[in-house]
């Protein structure tokens, strides 16, 4: 069965960190790009990061950039988004996204564009 299984959302206060989890069964996570996703009530879903099959290159949005990390453990077939000095703006819905295309990330293509979801993780910053 394919199945991606997201853990790790909560209640936090700005400035604290949280870190997101991604598991993936019936896939070999390694041969995919990962997409990170997020998508706030009334917005757009808008990509924070994307994790390259092709050669690991990992792109941030600029609205997350030197706050968050990606990263993915081949072994434990998990992706994993650690997010740093957490603000209020960062309150959504978050999804990780699997994709069989090494050039997804690359060509910032659009959320449509990815295949396999996780069914999302409430993240709630207060001020």
């Known amino acids: 069965q394919v199945q991606l299984v997201e853990s790790g959302g909560g209640l936090v206060q700005a400035g604290d960190s949280l870190k997101l989890s991604c598991a993936a069964s019936?896939?070999?996570?390694?041969?995919?790009?990962i997409g990170w996703f997020r998508q706030a009530p009334g917005k757009e879903r808008e990509k924070i990061s994307c994790?390259?099959?092709?050669?690991?290159?990992?792109y941030y949005a600029d609205s997350v950039k030197g706050r968050f990390t990606s990263s993915r453990d081949n072994a434990k077939n998990t992706a994993y988004l650690q997010m740093t000095s957490l603000k209020p703006e960062d309150t959504a819905v978050y999804y990780c996204?699997?994709?069989?295309?090494?050039?997804?990330?690359?060509?910032?293509?659009?959320?449509?564009?990815?295949?396999?979801w996780g069914q999302g993780t409430q993240v709630s910053v207060s001020s």
């Open positions: 019936g896939f070999t996570l390694e041969n995919f790009s």
């Open positions: 994790i390259s099959s092709s050669d690991g290159k990992i």
């Open positions: 996204a699997l994709e069989d295309s090494f050039l997804i990330c690359a060509y910032d293509s659009p959320w449509t564009s990815w295949g396999y």
